[in-house]
């Protein structure tokens, strides 16, 4: 009896012992992956053309702050290049150039060259691993870089540790401005990839040796590809429809005098009447709350009249900025990228299954909408002072 | 199962020590040389023979010295009989006499009249004098216990900010007066047990009558009853004789030195357990929750008790848990780390020879080791071990590269949790708890805690103190006693007793809504 317990308890033991510990590996033997960039790559014999892939890994020896003065600087990153045709294939070639085992718990940061992008299909599929693969998180930021992705990761940041952590820092605290697209994350990628919505990403760039985020790149759903580009003024546009802002300034003009106003709260309201599929009927509608940042002139603010005329002009540049983007996306891009398809798939099931194909493509329902738009502004404040000039010379 | 009867105990009652029922005889001579023999001539056994005053009674008193106050034998017994001048009725018949002593002479109050060499000998060793009259077999034991005391000071284990600084004492009957100045209740009982073969110990039980379940009180003299060996120098022996599991590693009986603590405990409905000897009174039964509360937390406010009650709850995850979640998600979940944390991590642990496993035992252990040393040693050099450790441990290993710089913060912190728990013994559980877990969460990581913490749990469910679940009121859940649990809810809410001791009496106090 004794000698069979043993034995079972022998068993176990080594089932235990001899199974256990097998991902066991010590912290400093990963090598962290922060970033990585994708760039067409120079080879294009085959069919499917080459990607270069750059990851950037985290050097965790630069991080810290040496403890004892020295000039102890040492570079936070590395980054590792590979060409070839397979992101994930790519990503295990590298660990044959590095000591260390690559992990991408950490990952915070794809890049994405608008020159990869522009080529027919190729952003989902180069996309697909880092959404498929089990170590990825679902909050990995994405941009597009207008110059190649590689050279993003090559600038040395000054107040951040690696390139990569400073375009995401950079994607993370845009909230106080309109004029660049909110980070997107690649869960919301994967829904409107899924979708075969049309999307919008923003675009970084180099700027001497600082990096700016401007604007955004715009995806057309069906044939996943990027098709055009939203300029600093088209992105405000786009964002005001999108209503997700509690930051930014509109500039405007009265009396001839430069006013700023600032933006405190928005609320987009979107309105579809698909009664006619060729002419559909869509009803933007912002509210806007806020308080004058700004001015030029020297008259008083607090007189109602006045007040009514500033309110007016706000509205028509309110108007200006989405009418501007709205036909440019109607006219020259042809997709939907403000989530209208969302909403009549939400509002509209029964009549979005009979036009569901035709809306970005076949025959390009979106184009032929008719869009209205109307804003109403709340001046809420106008500063904490009346005024900080004397009338002047009349 | 051949182990498991080789571990049960003998029950049967197998008493060597020699039984001396013999009795007395009428020869003055002869009863002291008896007791002289019996006790094997010792240098400390006082005989003082004399008379009666003004009569041919030849007497004699016996005492072992340093057992007995000899100002009060000399102020109640002797005086009396050598110099009270008027004594004048004395009856010249010896039975006569020694009634009349009994009756009018003598003024110690507790005097008994005893038969057998055996009583004698256990009176004089617990410290009474036999008062001899020649020509009877009969002799009088008189209490006159005084030997050195040490005085009633402030509990050197349990140190409160606020709270009584009585603690308990060597002397039972000490114990006794602190425990009864405490309730003042007719139904306050104690009831004595003698223990050890050869050392024949007082231990006294004590429990409020009519407020603890009459079954726990059985059950625990039953198991008193079982007691047989030699000599327990220490409420632990009775402690591990009579307890549930002695495999278990959770102290399934709580000592205290603390007064007040022990009679919170009775008018909750439990016994306590003491014994001669030992300033450490047991209380029984416990619960893993009482183990978590100290009388702290009802002396300050309730807002301050309840938070030093979840700062407690904390405290023992992190003593129990904390290396073991480190060094698993080090080695095997590094993506479970915030980034910035997990780089700054790697880095300090470049160049560390060891694994984090193996480097938080050799830590935990170092940190064993200082606690033990710094135990035992003279307050004086005790000092200087926190230093030495502090230095060599902290430092100098660091800046040798031996350990990373976290891992020291890491069983620093898991040292210090555990020195908040107010007792010590389920402290020194959670420390042996930690090892196992440690060594589970090296092998299988974030899994292996997991699975070591549902096997903690399932023991503690099955666990019992004299027949009351470890584990209640967590589980058997009774919501009620959750009020003095995580948090300790105001005072004035606590008008009944828990419900989980099943009290006699269910209410212990009155807001006055009736």
């Known amino acids: 009896m004794a000698r069979r317990l043993l034995s079972c308890s022998f068993l176990v033991l080594t089932m235990i012992f001899l199974s256990g510990c097998w991902d066991e590996n010590p912290i400093e033997n990963f090598g962290f992956v922060i970033g990585s960039a994708l760039d067409l790559g120079e080879d294009h014999s085959s069919e499917t053309p080459s990607v270069t892939l750059t990851n950037q890994f985290a050097v965790p020896s630069g991080f810290t702050v040496p403890s004892q003065g020295g000039g102890g600087n040492q570079q936070a990153y590395k980054n590792l290049s590979v060409t070839g045709n397979s992101v994930f294939h790519m990503n295990r070639d590298m660990s044959k150039e590095t000591s260390l085992t690559p992990i991408y718990d950490h990952l915070k940061l794809i890049v994405v060259s608008s020159e990869l992008a522009q080529q027919e299909k190729m952003f989902s599929s180069v996309v697909d691993f880092f959404l498929r693969d089990h170590e990825m998180r679902r909050g990995i930021r994405i941009v597009v870089s207008e110059s190649s992705a590689k050279s993003i990761f090559d600038i040395v940041p000054k107040y951040e540790k690696t390139p990569a952590l400073y375009v995401n820092s950079i994607m993370k605290n845009n909230t106080k401005t309109i004029e660049v697209i909110p980070s997107v994350r690649t869960a919301k990628l994967h829904r409107d990839l899924l979708n075969k919505s049309s999307f919008v990403i923003p675009i970084v760039k180099v700027k001497g040796e600082e990096i700016k985020s401007e604007g955004g790149a715009i995806f057309n759903g069906p044939n996943n590809k990027m098709v055009g580009k939203l300029n600093a003024f088209e992105t405000k546009g786009y964002n005001l429809i999108k209503g997700k802002i509690n930051g930014g300034v509109i500039n405007f003009q009265v009396d001839d005098q430069l006013m700023v106003y600032e933006i405190e709260d928005t609320s987009s309201k979107v309105k579809i009447n698909p009664e006619n599929p060729d002419q559909v009927k869509i009803d933007i509608k912002i509210e806007i709350s806020g308080s004058v940042g700004e001015m030029f002139g020297h008259k008083t603010l607090i007189n109602e009249d006045y007040q009514k005329e500033i309110k007016q002009k706000i509205e028509e540049s309110i108007e200006e900025l989405i009418m501007n983007v709205v036909s440019k996306a109607q006219q020259e891009w042809k997709v939907d990228i403000f989530g209208f398809d969302q909403k009549l798939k939400s509002s509209h099931s029964g009549k979005w299954r009979g036009m569901e194909g035709d809306w970005n493509a076949g025959k390009q329902l979106f184009t032929k909408s008719v869009i209205n738009v109307s804003s109403q502004v709340t001046l809420e404040h106008i500063g904490s002072t009346d005024r900080t000039k004397d009338r002047g010379v009349k | ?514």
């Open chain 2, 1 to 514: 199962m051949r182990w498991r009867s080789f571990l049960q105990r003998n029950n049967t009652k197998n008493n060597q020590a020699e039984n001396f029922s013999i009795e007395l005889v009428k020869d003055l001579n002869e009863n002291i040389k008896n007791l002289e023999n019996l006790l094997g001539k010792p240098d400390d056994l006082v005989v003082r023979k004399f008379r009666v005053r003004g009569t041919n009674h030849r007497c004699a008193i016996a005492y072992i010295e340093g057992l007995v106050d000899t100002q009060y034998i000399r102020n109640q017994v002797m005086s009396h009989i050598q110099l009270d001048e008027d004594l004048n009725q004395i009856p010249d018949q010896k039975q006569a006499l020694f009634e009349t002593l009994y009756e009018e002479i003598m003024s110690a109050t507790a005097v008994k009249k005893k038969k057998t060499l055996d009583d004698l000998s256990k009176g004089i060793l617990s410290g009474s004098t036999i008062f001899y009259l020649d020509g009877l077999a009969e002799v009088f034991v008189i209490s006159s216990q005084g030997w050195e005391k040490r005085q009633i000071q402030e509990p050197v284990s349990e140190t409160l900010i606020r709270g009584p600084r009585e603690g308990f004492v060597e002397n039972i009957r000490t114990n006794i007066v602190l425990i009864r100045r405490y309730i003042q209740d007719p139904n306050l009982r104690f009831e004595t047990h003698k223990v050890g073969r050869r050392s024949k110990k007082n231990l006294v039980v004590s429990y409020v009558d009519g407020v603890i379940h009459p079954d726990i009180v059985q059950e625990v003299n039953r198991r008193l009853q079982t007691i047989d060996m030699d000599d327990a120098p220490e409420t632990g022996f009775i402690e591990q004789w009579i307890e549930d599991s002695f495999l278990s590693p959770f102290p399934q009986m709580m000592n205290t030195e603390r007064p007040d603590k022990v009679a919170a405990s009775l008018l909750q409905g439990k016994v306590a357990i003491l014994l001669d000897g030992t300033p450490f009174v047991l209380i029984a039964p416990t619960t893993l929750g009482n183990s978590l509360q100290s009388p702290e937390d009802y002396y300050e406010r309730w807002t301050v008790g309840s938070l030093l009650r979840v700062l407690r709850y904390i405290a023992a995850f992190i003593a129990v848990f904390l290396p073991a979640v480190y060094v698993a998600l080090v080695s095997f979940h590094p993506g479970m780390i915030p980034s910035d944390l997990a780089f700054s991590i790697a880095a300090s642990r470049e160049g560390v020879p060891f694994t984090p496993f193996v480097e938080a035992l050799l830590m935990s252990g170092t940190m064993e080791l200082l606690r033990e040393a710094g135990a035992r040693l003279p307050k004086t050099i005790g000092q200087t071990i926190g230093i030495v450790g502090g230095l060599v441990i902290g430092d100098a290993a660091v800046r040798a590269g031996v350990v990373s710089p976290i891992m020291v913060i890491v069983v620093a912190l898991n040292a210090i949790a555990s020195f908040s728990l107010p007792a010590y013994s389920i402290a020194i559980a959670f420390r042996i708890i930690l090892f196992g877990i440690l060594i589970l969460s090296g092998i299988l990581g974030l899994y292996g805690i997991i699975l070591g913490y549902i096997m903690i749990n399932i023991h503690i469910v099955n666990l019992k103190s004299i027949g009351v679940p470890y584990s209640t009121p967590y589980a058997p859940t009774f919501y009620r006693d959750w009020m003095d649990l995580f948090v300790r809810l105001p005072i004035t809410v606590f008008t009944k007793r828990p419900k989980y001791m099943k009290p006699m009496d269910k209410s212990s106090a009155n807001k006055g809504d009736h």
